[in-house]
């Protein structure tokens, strides 16, 4: 009897051909959308892995990282003999290495400006960009200047500019000082991905001159492989070779405290954690960079198996209101079964068979049909500059559907369907002599704008109308000591407005709490209202900001800029002229009215944020009336004007500052500062948990 079954249920299901087309139909148009969403996923990541590899130029990295003296991090590979002979020792094979250094600029014409990275290479012989580069204006000859530049078409039409043009580009140097330097639009390529609005390209020896790097020394190394999926065995044999051959190497397998970082950002977070002599290295692969486009992959599986779940709920629905109604269909049919002998169990076993052939009829057309699909859209050519360019093989979508999730896609529909089946299976097994003939019913910077403080400044008398360099230096010391208040703490509310050409003030206040003795601040963002909650806060030589929307903190750097002005972190910590810089030069002026001694100071390590600085204080008093920073090369960066002062603990206090950018024309920011204070503030303002506890 067994035997006959299924070809019972075969013809059951064939004689109501429309209501098995229907069933079928749902089971089928569910597992197309399923699979072609594993097909995309199954082949999303190695796409972008491999156009990511030809971008970065590279399949596995090596970077090198250091600390001064003072404890600044500093990215740079100093010599690389050691790591070459490593990958001798070890007999890996590559198909070429590249050299790269990065940095992040603000880029300025004609009155415009964006934040960029400058990716540095050698564009005369980088075969592996110009195969994924697509210029629309320009050449790859433009190229082979010193101080060339590629950047992409978004970014060109923002900046307005055209191949030849000439851009200044505003970025810190690797020690964290603030540098300038001038580029040459060579080309624009297509926007053929979402990397593209914030990446361009220029020569490597012309950018490592203009960060502070040496002939020979560069900040990244790639290898690019013949086949990428040995990455993961070259970093591993190359990590081990290069631990025994002496080196210093991060430790890989590195995880955040809060466990949500991705393992590479850990690993990036390390340095901040570690102390360590001369260079330390860390080698990892273009899959790590990659691990939170595998979170996307894990994402899109989860969302199929949802849309896999969720469609076969409303299909189980169907199929057991279809099962009810071909029981009570079939009540006289069961009913002469059961007359002949045919056992419950056996009636249980008709209806299931019917399900599980329509559960794999409607299954394997529904894979047949995404396979169609699939093979119909990659046979189109988006071409490389498409913007979905990073998720396509050359210019073409693929796909890659794996055995298993198309087997596991198959018995997750035959279970289902055998459970949406079982109930009225089940009721029509139970079907008696005296009911079989009844009758039946059918059942989520702006930025905020946060300036700071050059220097806080006060007044004593200064009688001598002549000035040494002995003067000028004591000086310096007694600037520090009004600009600073050891033992106390110093708080006050600044509002900041600021002006850009063409667009609207903007108007910021931020709460500012100071520990000199400890190196600490708090900053806490008021206005406006969509950034309020924000902060920053420094402990020792780290600067983190918090965002109360995703409740994380990043890490930032004394020496950057504070969000999107003038200011930079360095400018709120405690002030130490006369241990940064020596004075080179003394000459007299006036500012406005005042007789001035101008005083040229050169900064006696690159630990500082400005080389120069130039510093306008009155004869009559201790007190500067202007400031003038400068850049590595010499060219003026911002000026900053101190027109009001107020008097605390004695000193005299800064009440009012103009900030005036001198790259950004007709950028200003005017700071007031009230509520000025030396009261004893609680520790705990100077925590995280400070930051977090305001938001609540």
Do not use: C
């Amino acid at each position: 009897m067994n035997s006959i079954l299924p070809r019972i249920a075969f013809k059951n299901l064939a004689r109501q051909k429309k209501r098995s087309f229907l069933l079928g139909g749902a089971i089928a148009f569910g597992i197309m959308i399923v699979t072609l969403i594993n097909g995309f996923s199954g082949a999303f990541i190695n796409n972008v892995s491999e156009n990511f590899a030809y971008l970065m130029a590279g399949h596995v990295f090596v970077q090198g990282a250091e600390k001064t003296p003072s404890g600044k991090r500093v990215n740079a590979i100093r010599d690389d003999r050691a790591i070459f002979d490593a990958i001798k020792q070890a007999g890996l094979q590559y198909t070429f290495a590249t050299k790269v250094s990065e940095v992040t600029a603000n880029l300025v014409f004609a009155g415009k400006s964006l934040r960029q990275n400058l990716t540095g290479l050698d564009l005369s012989n980088s075969p592996q960009l110009k195969q994924r580069l697509v210029l629309k204006q320009g050449d790859w000859s433009a190229a082979q200047r010193t101080d060339s530049l590629i950047l992409s078409e978004k970014t060109a039409k923002k900046l307005n500019v055209l191949p030849g043009d000439t851009i200044t580009a505003q970025f810190q140097t690797v020690t964290g000082q603030n540098n300038i330097a001038d580029f040459t639009v060579a080309a624009i390529s297509i926007d053929s991905s979402i990397i593209g609005s914030v990446m361009a390209y220029v020569n490597l020896p012309y950018l490592n001159e203009a960060i502070g790097l040496k002939p020979g020394e560069y900040m990244s190394l790639g290898f690019m492989l013949d086949k990428p999926e040995d990455a993961k065995d070259f970093s591993d044999k190359l990590y081990a070779k290069m631990g025994a051959g002496g080196l210093q190497l991060f430790e890989r397998s590195a995880k955040s405290d809060s466990g949500t970082a991705t393992p590479f950002q850990a690993l990036m977070m390390s340095q901040n954690k570690e102390t360590w002599n001369g260079i330390k290295y860390r080698v990892y692969t273009i899959d790590d960079v990659l691990s939170q486009a595998r979170q996307i992959v894990v994402a899109l599986d989860s969302a199929s198996l949802i849309i896999l779940l969720v469609l076969f709920a409303i299909v189980m629905i169907g199929i057991t209101n279809t099962f009810r109604m071909v029981m009570y269909e079939r009540i006289k049919e069961i009913g002469t079964m059961r007359a002949v002998g045919v056992q419950r169990g056996e009636i249980r076993s008709l209806f299931r068979y019917e399900a599980l052939f329509l559960a794999l009829g409607g299954a394997i057309a529904g894979i047949a049909i995404a396979l169609a699909v699939m093979a119909l859209l990659s046979l189109k050519n988006f071409g490389m500059d498409s913007p979905a360019f990073l998720i396509m093989k050359n210019g073409h979508l693929s796909f890659f559907l794996p055995p298993w999730r198309a087997i596991g896609n198959l018995l997750i529909i035959a279970l289902l369907t055998l459970l949406a089946a079982y109930f009225p299976a089940r009721a029509a097994a139970k079907l008696e002599g005296d009911t079989m003939f009844a009758s039946h019913k059918a059942g989520r910077k702006l930025p905020a704008l946060i300036l700071a403080v050059a220097t806080l400044l006060g007044a004593l008398p200064l009688s001598a109308q002549t000035l040494d360099k002995a003067g000028a230096a004591s000086m310096l010391a007694q600037l520090d000591n009004l600009g600073n208040f050891p033992g106390k703490d110093y708080s006050a509310l600044f509002t900041i407005v600021s002006e850009k050409p063409d667009e609207k003030q903007s108007v910021t206040q931020v709460r500012v709490f100071r520990r000199d003795t400890k190196k600490q601040f708090t900053i806490l963002i008021m206005l406006p209202e969509v950034s309020k909650g924000q902060g920053y806060l420094r402990e020792d030589d780290n600067v983190w900001f918090y965002d109360p929307t995703s409740r994380k903190f990043s890490h930032s750097s004394v020496k950057e800029n504070l969000q999107n002005t003038e200011a930079k972190n360095s400018d709120f910590t405690k002030s130490s002229l006369v241990d940064d810089y020596t004075v080179s030069k003394i000459s007299e002026g006036l500012v406005g009215k005042y007789p001035v001694w101008i005083l040229d100071l050169k900064a006696k390590t690159n630990e500082v944020s400005f080389e120069r600085i130039l510093l306008y204080v009155r004869k009559d008093r201790v007190m500067t009336l202007k400031q003038e920073d400068y850049s590595v090369n010499g060219r003026l960066m911002r000026t900053t004007l101190y027109p009001k002062y107020m008097e605390l603990d004695g000193k005299l206090l800064p009440s009012q500052i103009l900030i005036v950018d001198e790259i950004n024309k007709g950028e200003k920011s005017q700071i007031t500062m009230a509520e000025q204070s030396i009261d004893t503030l609680p520790d705990k303002v100077f925590t995280k948990a400070f930051l977090e506890q305001v938001n609540h």
